[in-house]
């Protein structure tokens, strides 16, 4: 019989060896003639389906609304440094995205993952926060640096209004807005975030489209898929920040002593 030899390879998203290359089984001729967006390109290549309107509309909008947020976050600043030390497209790029973690841009998918767990085990806003202050663990998804009670983050109000007018539930949602209430009843920068309200939405989008089975919804969350939507998104933002500093021939970059504290004793 035949004797199939073992291959050092899985892979299950694109498929090049055709007449044309295919998309989870979607031709790139189907892709064009449908008029797919990003947003449908990311359901077949991260999703291995295509998802309804509402959700690649989300999707995109979360890239849209993430794609740059000014010179001065972490991630913009490092490709500012960069560019101006010389470096080519990928070398900026790569060192702006590196400051994506916990803190910056990637909470998205512990923010899913703490809110999911905290309401599926029907803690209050109180009992939730206060266990994770005790666990000496910031709630992922909550605060800001310079978005607070009164100066919301329009890319939250947005999604919010979206998902509340498009999607069939947005009860983890609910739940992050009522803890984020709790949080700024503590200080006025414990906002939602965008992290968290991208991490709530997704949940609510993976539960209520009725595409995803229970095990699938548990990988995504498990592996960690949402913090991509931030990668991708910053990533427009970050090439172009690069481009502009070539533009403006910016000089090499040299922190002003002035602004640092040299000090033995701190
Ligand atoms: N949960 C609970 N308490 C918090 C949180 C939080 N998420 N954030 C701040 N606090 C409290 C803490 O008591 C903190 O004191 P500590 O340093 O002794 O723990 C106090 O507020 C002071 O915090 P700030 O100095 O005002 O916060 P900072 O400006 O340094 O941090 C940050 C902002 C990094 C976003 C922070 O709120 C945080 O870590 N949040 C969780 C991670 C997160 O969601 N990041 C994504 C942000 S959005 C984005 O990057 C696109
Ligand atoms: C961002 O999108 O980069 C931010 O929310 C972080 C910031 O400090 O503005």
């Known amino acids: 019989g035949k004797v199939r030899a073992p291959t050092h390879i899985v892979s299950t998203i694109c498929d090049d060896r055709g007449e044309e290359p295919t998309y989870a089984g979607v031709a790139m001729s189907t892709i064009i003639e449908k008029d797919f967006g990003v947003g449908d390109v990311i359901s077949l290549l991260w999703f ?91 709630v992922p998804g909550i605060g800001h640096r310079i978005k607070s009670r009164d100066n919301r983050d329009k890319r939250v109000e947005l999604l919010q209004q979206y998902a509340r007018s498009h999607f069939p539930s947005v009860k983890y949602m609910e739940y992050a807005v009522i803890v984020e209430t709790y949080t700024l009843s503590k200080a006025s920068n414990l906002v939602l975030n965008v992290d968290g309200c991208i991490g709530s939405l997704f949940l609510d989008l993976l539960a209520s489209c009725a595409m995803f089975s229970q095990q699938e919804i548990d990988e995504i969350i498990e592996i960690g898929y949402l913090n991509g939507l931030f990668v991708l998104a910053r990533s427009i933002g970050l090439i172009g920040h690069t481009f502009d500093q070539r533009r403006l021939k910016q000089p090499l970059y040299r922190h002003p002593w002035e602004d640092v504290l040299y000090s033995k004793y701190v």
């Open 48 to 138: 291995k389906r295509s998802l309804p309107r509402y959700c690649t509309k989300f999707i995109e909008m979360c890239i849209l609304l993430c794609a740059d947020h000014g010179p001065c976050v972490s991630g913009a600043h490092n490709t500012i440094v960069t560019s101006r030390a010389g470096k080519d497209l990928v070398s900026c790029l790569v060192s702006g995205l590196l400051t994506i973690g916990p803190r910056f841009g990637g909470a998205i998918d512990d923010a899913a993952r703490y809110f999911k767990d905290a309401n599926d085990r029907k803690l209050s806003p109180y009992e939730f926060v206060e266990s994770m202050k005790g666990k000496g663990i910031r």
